[in-house]
């Protein structure tokens, strides 16, 4: 082999190197600057008020997070049981197949919703 192929060999293996150095660059950057993104949406957020209770667009009513209740909604798609606890809104029951909703983690941040496509009905954390 001549020395010609080797040099090549060595400048193609040095250049793959430079190149995974800056791939791995630009990786952590796009990783740390999508974290302080997150951050500084999940710090914006604040603690809602009320929640708005709304089937196919009309609102059923308008709930205070302050107290604790439980309210069942029947509509003409549906039941569903919403509760509000420790500042939390949920929907604990609904004859809906498929229970997305009910499977809905609590919430209570300003603009956080649980939505029932089945049943039209829309659960919003406002103001």
């Given at each position: 082999?001549?020395?010609?192929?080797?040099?090549?060999?060595e400048?193609k293996?040095?250049?793959?190197?430079?190149?995974?150095r800056?791939?791995?660059?630009l990786?952590?950057?796009?990783?740390?600057?999508g974290?302080?993104?997150?951050?500084?949406?999940?710090?914006?957020?604040?603690?809602?008020?009320?929640?708005?209770?709304?089937?196919?667009?009309?609102?059923?009513?308008?709930?205070?997070?302050?107290?604790?209740?439980?309210?069942?909604?029947?509509?003409?798609?549906?039941?569903?049981t919403?509760?509000?606890?420790?500042?939390?809104?949920?929907?604990?029951?609904?004859?809906?197949?498929?229970?997305?909703?009910?499977?809905?983690k609590?919430?209570?941040?300003f603009?956080?919703?649980?939505?029932?496509?089945?049943?039209?009905?829309v659960?919003?954390?406002?103001?």
């Amino acid at each position: 082999m001549s020395s010609d192929g080797i040099r090549k060999r060595e400048e193609k293996s040095g250049n793959s190197a430079l190149v995974k150095r800056a791939d791995l660059l630009l990786f952590f950057a796009v990783i740390i600057v999508g974290a302080v993104i997150f951050l500084v949406y999940r710090l914006s957020l604040s603690q809602g008020k009320i929640v708005r209770v709304s089937v196919d667009g009309e609102v059923l009513c308008e709930l205070p997070l302050e107290e604790d209740v439980t309210r069942e909604f029947g509509t003409p798609y549906g039941t569903n049981t919403i509760v509000i606890k420790d500042g939390e809104a949920s929907v604990k029951e609904a004859d809906c197949p498929d229970k997305i909703c009910v499977k809905h983690k609590a919430v209570s941040m300003f603009g956080e919703t649980i939505i029932c496509l089945p049943h039209k009905l829309v659960v919003e954390v406002a103001e």
